[in-house]
């Protein structure tokens, strides 16, 4: 840092000039070198990155409901249920997990959730199980990945009410790897008012 000497005729100056930038400090001005900083673009900050990309991925893909758990979630302090989400899912996606999608928000969750490739080109079959005494609740899935290194938007899938197993999902990019979360809901994803916690899996498309 260098104290600077203006001319009389200027007060202060708060900007930059070619490689210097001008700043006042408790009414001192004074002079700085400019610096960028450094961008190793290591493989660890990638990864944090991507991270950080996929959950807002999510966040902004599936709405309705899994934002009102979330807030829920949050407790009514300072924390919003997206900062909840958000802490929850970097670090569960940079210990290699799969996202905690949705937290229970007054509904049992499925029995279990396992997805495979399915019998046709770009097809994932999904496997699940409603719980007893659920019948007239409504199973939704939930299709994230990034096929070929393409943004891929969230797919919602409403099954219906008790469904049954199991669900193919086509048109997919053969080859992609994919993430698929299943929930239950009291009706229809867009009308629901309560969710089950999420659960994961993943499967590759044919």
């Not at 100056?13 to 930038?21: C, M, N, T």
């Not at 001192?28 to 900083?37: G, H, L, T, W």
């Not at 409403?158 to 993430?179: E, N, Q």
Request: one cysteine or more; hydrophobic letters at 35%; charged letters at 20%.
């Amino acid at each position: 840092m260098a104290r600077v000497r203006l001319n009389p005729v200027l007060s202060s100056i708060d900007s930059s000039l070619g490689d210097l930038v001008f700043y006042t400090r408790r009414g001192v001005q004074c002079v700085r070198k400019r610096v960028v900083p450094a961008n190793p673009d290591t493989e660890k900050q990638r990864e944090t990155r991507n991270n950080f990309t996929l959950a807002v991925d999510l966040w902004k893909g599936v709405g309705g409901i899994m934002r009102r758990c979330w807030n829920g979630h949050a407790g009514g302090g300072r924390l919003t249920g997206y900062a909840v989400f958000m802490g929850v899912n970097i670090k569960r996606l940079s210990a290699g997990l799969g996202a905690e999608l949705f937290r229970e928000f007054g509904e049992a969750p499925l029995s279990f959730l396992s997805c495979s490739p399915g019998n046709g080109p770009g097809e994932i079959e999904c496997f699940f199980n409603v719980p007893q005494g659920t019948g007239s609740r409504h199973v939704t899935l939930f299709i994230h990945g990034r096929p070929s290194g393409r943004p891929f938007a969230v797919a919602r899938h409403d099954l219906g009410a008790a469904p049954s197993p199991p669900y193919t999902v086509r048109g997919l990019d053969p080859g992609g790897l994919y993430s698929i979360y299943g929930i239950i809901t009291d009706g229809p994803y867009r009308e629901a008012e309560t969710c089950s916690m999420s659960l994961y899996s993943e499967s590759t498309a044919v």
